[in-house]
Antibody
Framework: QVTLKESGPVLVKPTETLTLTCTVS??????????VSWIRQPPGKALEWLAH???????SYSTSLKSRLTISKDTSKSQVVLTMTNMDPVDTATYYC?????????????????WGKGTTVTVSS | QSVLTQPPSASGTPGQRVTISCSGS????????VNWYQQLPGTAPKLLIY???QRPSGVPDRFSGSKSGTSASLAISGLQSEDEADYYC???????????FGGGTKLTVL
């Protein structure tokens, strides 16, 4: 059974750095063409894609947040870590990680098939 | 403002067929595949449709997806009360070199 679990602080102060960990089970982060994505959702708002990392260590970041994000993985620990610097109250959201798999079709055909339950982060002094 | 445009709301009565549209551009839907996610209240999103029109195992065949040009649609037939949820389309955007979501459509079953 594939599961993903997000963990990290519930509360961070403005200007601090947020570190979130996604611990996966039921699959390996070294599986070919498999990856993990991070997505967030502010209260009452839409989903926002943040970043992904694949088994070959290929990484991509949201253009608007690229300067603040770093994604990495530790295959031996089955963990993917996302750090976000200079946190602001507008970054208050539920943060999800999701397994990312290749589908089929033209162009970019990856999709997020299994999601974690999410972890809620509040940014406040 | 989301890169992909969805109607904020949709509604239907039990048994009806409802469609939700997702409009994009040549750099996202026009070039790449579209995925749909269902988010029930207070829960994490769940994959509903991938690669434009593929259903993961366990998703009822009442749900179907299609894509034409720079737009995509999700159709739900035989609407049921448990379909009341938020629905999001998603795709990769070549210009942004990142994933993009629609703003979400809140489906109400009357």
């Amino acid at each position: 059974q594939v599961t993903l679990k997000e963990s990290g602080p519930v509360l961070v102060k403005p200007t601090e750095t947020l570190t979130l960990t996604c611990t996966v089970s039921g699959f390996s982060l070294s599986n070919a063409r498999m990856g993990v994505s991070w997505i967030r959702q502010p209260p009452g708002k839409a989903l926002e894609w943040l970043a992904h990392i694949f088994s070959n260590d290929e990484k991509s970041y949201s253009t608007s947040l690229k300067s603040r994000l770093t994604i990495s993985k530790d295959t031996s620990k089955s963990q993917v870590v996302l750090t976000m610097t200079n946190m602001d109250p507008v970054d208050t959201a539920t943060y999800y990680c999701a397994r990312t798999l290749p589908g089929k079709g033209q162009g970019y055909y990856y999709y997020m098939d299994v999601w974690g339950k999410g972890t809620t982060v509040t940014v406040s002094s | 403002q989301s890169v992909l445009t969805q109607p904020p709301s949709a509604s239907g009565t039990p048994g009806q067929r409802v469609t939700i549209s997702c409009s994009g551009s040549s750099s996202n839907i026009g070039s790449n595949t579209v995925n749909w996610y269902q988010q029930l209240p207070g829960t994490a999103p769940k994959l509903l449709i991938y690669s434009n029109n593929q259903r993961p195992s366990g998703v009822p065949d009442r749900f179907s997806g299609s894509k034409s040009g720079t737009s995509a649609s999700l159709a739900i037939s035989g609407l049921q009360s448990e379909d009341e949820a938020d629905y999001y389309c998603a795709a990769w955007d070549d210009s942004l070199n990142g994933g993009v979501f629609g703003g979400g459509t809140k489906l109400t079953v009357l």
